[in-house]
C-alpha cells in the first residue's frame, strides 16, 4: 500500500495578505505626517506674520531715539519734514525728498541754455609756414607804401564802422591773391571784406585776419603795426577758445610771434627763434603800459586813468595804443608791463549818458575793439604767459570772433604777470565806479 504525502501549508496567501496589511498601516502614518505638517506649518507662519505686525506697530510707535532691547540704537527713519506719521514711516514706498519752502531772498536764477554741439571740420588744421607765408605776403605788398602819402588816402570804411585806407586795400588785395593762389578749401574773414570763402563745399579752415592792425601808424610810417592771423576748425559761429594757432608779424619791424593751442608761443627774429621773457615787475610806480586812444572819448579814458598816469610817467612809461595786436605782443618782447583798453565798459554800464560823447569821437559812429582786431595776438600772448581779460575781470572764451557788432565790443587789460593784472584791476575798477557816479550826478543834476 502506497504511503500517502503530507498536504503543504497555502503560506503564499497569508505573507500576501501581510504585505498589504503593512502598506496600508504606512500610507496612512505617512497622510497623518503630511496633514500634521501642513497644519504645523500654517500654524508658524500665522505666528511669524503677528509678529512682523506688532514689530512695525511697535516701531511706528516708539521714538526715534529709544533703544532696542540689544542694546543697539535704530537708525532714525527718513522722513518729509513737518509730514503726517503715517507718511513718516511707509517703509515700503520710495518717495523723492521734499524740500523745505523758505523765503527766497535771492534773484531767480536763470536757466542755463545748452548750445548746440559746434560742427568742426574733421580736417587738419593750418600749418605754421601757411600762417607765416600768408603774413609774409600781406607785408611785402603793404612794405612800400608804409608812410607814403598814397597810402594815407581814405577809400572807404570796414565792416566796424572804421575808415579804410590806401595801405588798407591793399593789404586786403594781396589777402585774396595768396588764398587764390593757394587753392585750399577755407574761409576768411578780414576786417574790410567780412566773410569770404574760396570753395563751394563745406570750408575745411576759417582764417580770421586784420592785414593792417594799426593802419594810424602804418600810414604814418611807425613800428606800431602788425598783420594779425589766427585759424580755427569751427567754421560757424567760432568764439576765441575755439582757435587753433595764430601769427603776428610785424610790418616795420622783423619780428614774427607763433602759437598752437595748449603748445606755448614762440618768437622769431630774423628766422632765429628768440627767448621769451615775460616782465615780472608789479610796481605800479615803475610800470610801462600803454592805452588804446583811437575814437574812445578822451573825456573819459584820461579822466580815469590820470592818477595812473603821473604815477608812472617819470620811472615807468605810459604810451598812447593805435593798435591793440602790437601792444599785445610788446609784453612777449618785454619792452611792456601790460595793456588796456577800458572805454567800452563805459559804454556798457551807462550808455545813456555816454552815447553822445563815443559817437562825437568816432566822427558819427560808435567804435570801440572787436573780438577778430586783437583775436590771434591774445591767443599767443595767453600761451606765451600772460593774463588777459576784459575790464569786468572775464576771460573772452566764449567771445564770439566774427561778431563786429557795437554790442560785442570789448574792453582789455592785460599785463605779464597776475600780480600787476590784479592791481591793475583794482584800480580801474574803483576809478570807473567813481567816474561813472559823477557822470550821473551830472546828468540828474542837468535835468
Known amino acids: ?100 519752502i523758505t523765503a527766497a531772498k535771492s534773484l531767480p536764477v ?51 564802422g572804421d575808415a579804410t585806407f590806401e595801405l588798407d586795400r591793399v593789404a586786403e588785395k594781396a589777402l585774396m591773391a595768396f588764398l587764390k593762389s593757394a587753392r585750399m578749401p577755407v574761409a576768411y574773414y578780414s576786417e574790410d571784406s567780412g566773410y569770404t570763402t574760396f570753395t563751394s563745399g563745406q570750408p575745411a579752415n576759417l582764417l580770421v585776419v586784420d592785414p593792417v592792425d594799426g593802419s594810424r601808424a602804418a600810414k604814418c610810417g611807425f613800428e606800431g603795426c602788425v598783420v594779425s592771423v589766427c585759424s580755427t576748425r569751427v567754421i560757424e559761429r567760432p568764439v576765441c577758445a575755439d582757435i587753433d594757432n595764430a601769427c603776428v608779424m610785424e610790418l616795420c619791424g622783423n619780428r614774427v610771434f607763433y602759437a598752437e593751442k595748449e603748445s606755448g608761443a614762440r618768437m622769431y627774429e630774423d628766422g632765429h627763434t628768440k627767448k621769451i621773457r615775460l616782465s615780472d615787475n608789479s610796481d605800479l610806480e615803475s610800470v ?3 592805452m588804446t586812444v583811437p575814437a574812445r572819448p578822451a573825456e573819459l579814458i584820461f ?35 601790460a595793456c588796456v583798453d577800458f572805454a567800452n565798459r563805459y559804454y556798457r554800464d551807462i550808455p545813456r549818458v555816454v552815447e553822445d560823447s563815443f559817437i562825437n569821437a568816432g566822427r558819427g559812429t560808435v567804435l570801440g575793439v572787436c573780438p577778430y582786431d586783437f583775436a590771434a595776438a591774445m591767443f599767443i600772448a595767453k600761451e606765451a604767459g600772460c593774463f588777459v581779460t576784459d575790464a569786468y575781470g572775464k576771460n573772452f572764451d566764449e567771445v564770439l570772433m566774427l561778431d563786429s557788432s557795437v554790442s560785442n565790443h570789448r574792453s582789455l587789460i592785460a599785463a605779464s604777470n597776475r600780480a600787476l593784472h590784479d592791481k591793475l584791476f583794482s584800480f580801474l575798477n574803483t576809478r570807473i565806479h567813481q567816474y561813472e557816479s559823477l557822470l550821473k550826478r551830472r546828468v540828474e543834476v542837468g535835468a
Do not use: Y
Open 303 to 337: 579822466p580815469t586813468a590820470a592818477k595812473l598816469i603821473d604815477l608812472s610817467s617819470l620811472k615807468g612809461g605810459f604810451f598812447a595804443c593805435n593798435s591793440t595786436s602790437f601792444s599785445l605782443t610788446r609784453l612777449l618782447t618785454g619792452q611792456l608791463d
Open 110 to 160: 536763470e536757466p542755463k541754455v545748452i548750445s548746440p554741439p559746434k560742427r568742426i571740420s574733421k580736417s587738419k588744421m593750418l600749418s605754421r609756414n601757411f600762417l607765416i607765408d600768408l603774413a609774409q605776403a600781406i607785408k611785402t605788398e603793404v612794405t612800400p607804401i608804409l608812410g607814403e602819402t598814397r597810402g594815407r588816402e581814405i577809400v572807404g570804411s570796414a565792416v566796424s
Open 1 to 100: 500500500m502506497a504511503q500517502q504525502k503530507p498536504k503543504k501549508k497555502n503560506t503564499s496567501k497569508k505573507s500576501s495578505r501581510l504585505k498589504n496589511e503593512r502598506r496600508r498601516e504606512t500610507e496612512k502614518r505617512s497622510s497623518s505626517r503630511k496633514r500634521l505638517g501642513a497644519a504645523a506649518s500654517a500654524r508658524a507662519k500665522k505666528k511669524t506674520n503677528a509678529k512682523v505686525k506688532t514689530k512695525v506697530k511697535a516701531k511706528a510707535k516708539a521714538p526715534v531715539s529709544t533703544a532696542s532691547k540689544n542694546g543697539k540704537t535704530p537708525k532714525p527713519a527718513q522722513h518729509v519734514k513737518n509730514a503726517p506719521p503715517a507718511i513718516k514711516e511707509a517703509p515700503l514706498v520710495k518717495t523723492k525728498a521734499v524740500r523745505p
Open 288 to 290: 610801462a603800459w600803454s
